[in-house]
């Protein structure tokens, strides 16, 4: 993929998003750290990495000024300590096991983490994220940790094989969202949902993402 290229697919996705109220986040796995900051230069504000290693690797060559970094893969809790000082903003926190390790890390740090809950909407087996059943209480527990601070929520459907698959999903997670705020617990809000990949942003922006995560769709396939 050309440099050409990665301008028009972000100006592209900039307008379908238009003035709603949603943000792009590059998805930049497997990108060499040239395209992620030419994505930077064409007005990317928010880099989303999947896997720790890969961070770390590319960290300290991103052009970060008014950029924010985000973990948007599985997390392992031996990890967390390799990322706590250098992560906006953690997408995938699915157990109170993990919630813990990264409070205690960032309290260690001396900051208040932001994360997403990562809810496992479709009920697969092999995905990560939480049971929608348990959500609630995961987030009851979660309140009383000092060092986090929960946003909202973030998931990762099923591979559609038809438009508009997924919209129920994200209609879903809104619905979500807004059951908990009303619950009004201590220390959790839902001004976040990250939802809406390259396949399937425009409904997840329909639906009231605040988040799309986008690698393809900008950058092109991935080898
Ligand atoms: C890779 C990835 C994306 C982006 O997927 P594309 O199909 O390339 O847009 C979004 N979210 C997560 C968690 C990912 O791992």
Redesign the pocket.
Known sequence: MSFENIEHNIKKILLDIGDRNTNLLA?T?TRTVDEINYAIHCGVRHIGE?RVQELLEKYDSIERDGVSIHL??QLQTNKVKYIIDKVDLIHSVDSLRLAQEISKRALAAGKIQDVLIEVNIGGEESKGGVDPDDLVPLLENISKLPAIHVRGLMC?PPIATQRHQNLKYFLKMKQFSVDITEKKIDNIDMDILSMG???DYEDAIEAGSTFI?????IFGP?N
């Open positions: 998805v796995k999947n948007i893969g990762i990949m390259s396949g995560r986008v690698g393809r769709g991935r």
